[in-house]
């Protein structure tokens, strides 16, 4: 979840804005990474040696690679590194934002390595991801917004931003933590867990919104806020759920049960002083995602 959690870090910075980072987001599908973007992540380039030869390209019929290893920039074995490496993902939504012009190179760079020492990410050349350094995004993500929480929370959290990946789409960026006593509501489904630990959990979107992650979800294409629409958001939030009673069981030895999900039909939500939402933005809107422990 490197490129979704970049996404809020580089809002938090205020290096970009959300309507810079909605349209980068959108703009993913259709971009590939650049081989500078790579040699500046390994470390193998700097910001001013990668634009000064994307300048001679302009100047020359020439190879990115071609033109690195003429001036020095790059040594042989560091290209074929580059050409065959895994990357993680969070490059592409950067190296998105510099084309658009809403970054320089020079300010990726900068961010890229703000944000591995920020998380304490070790292995990005890698791209791979553990479970250890997923929480602690999530708990970083926690902490940007002051709101202290119980390790519950954050297997719930980081479990809901993986089945976002898995079941609608990664291309989404969550916003920092917010408290408010009353909340205002657009369409709102919650469920209720209960047992020795008590979740409240709440998914609400403005209804185009709905209709666009219905389609997701379920593979097909709504045109109408229906009652299909509604049928998928419960069910998603029920999946969920139990994917999550399944975990504390089996992790924490604490048995969870589900009440089933319904329709919030007050306009508005009381949260308690441990209730928090968080923002999560995709291309076709925002989801606010809403929990109570």
Do not use: W
């Not at 033109?67 to 074929?80: G, K, S």
């Not at 097909?220 to 399944?246: I, P, R, T």
Request: hydrophobic letters at 40%.
């Amino acid at each position: 979840m490197y490129a979704q959690f970049f996404g809020g870090y580089l809002l938090s910075k205020g290096a970009v804005s959300p309507e810079q980072l909605t349209s980068a987001i959108s703009k993913l599908s259709d971009t590939h990474i650049k081989l500078g973007t790579l040699a500046m992540h390994k470390g193998y380039m700097t910001a001013s040696e990668v634009d000064e030869v994307c300048f001679l390209q302009t100047r020359e019929d020439k190879r990115f690679g071609e033109i690195a290893i003429e001036r020095c920039y790059l040594f042989e074995n560091q290209l074929e590194d580059l050409l065959q490496s895994q990357n993680p993902d969070y490059l592409l939504l950067g190296q998105t934002l510099v084309d658009m012009g809403a970054l320089s190179n020079a300010d990726l760079e900068a961010l890229m390595v703000e944000y591995q020492e920020d998380n304490a990410i070790e292995d990005c050349a890698s791209g791979n991801e553990d479970a250890e350094t997923s929480i602690h995004l999530v708990e970083n993500l926690l902490e940007s917004a002051d709101i202290q929480t119980s390790d519950y929370a954050l297997a719930f959290l980081n479990l809901i931003f993986n089945n976002l990946v898995r079941f609608i789409g990664e291309d989404f960026t969550p916003l920092a933590p917010v408290h408010v006593d009353d909340y205002p509501l657009n369409y709102c489904v919650s469920q209720r867990l209960t047992g020795a630990v008590k979740f409240n959990a709440g998914l609400d979107m403005e209804p185009d919104v709905a209709v666009a992650f219905a389609s997701r979800y379920a593979n097909m294409d709504f045109d109408s806020f229906d009652e299909y629409v509604k049928a998928s958001l419960e069910d998603f939030l029920n999946l969920h759920n139990g994917l999550f009673s399944v975990n504390m069981s089996n992790y924490y030895s604490i048995e969870l049960n589900l009440e089933p999900p319904m329709q919030v039909e007050e306009s508005e939500m009381h949260l308690s002083n441990n209730g928090f939402i968080i923002p999560i933005i995709y291309p076709f809107g925002t989801i606010y995602m809403i929990l109570e422990i």
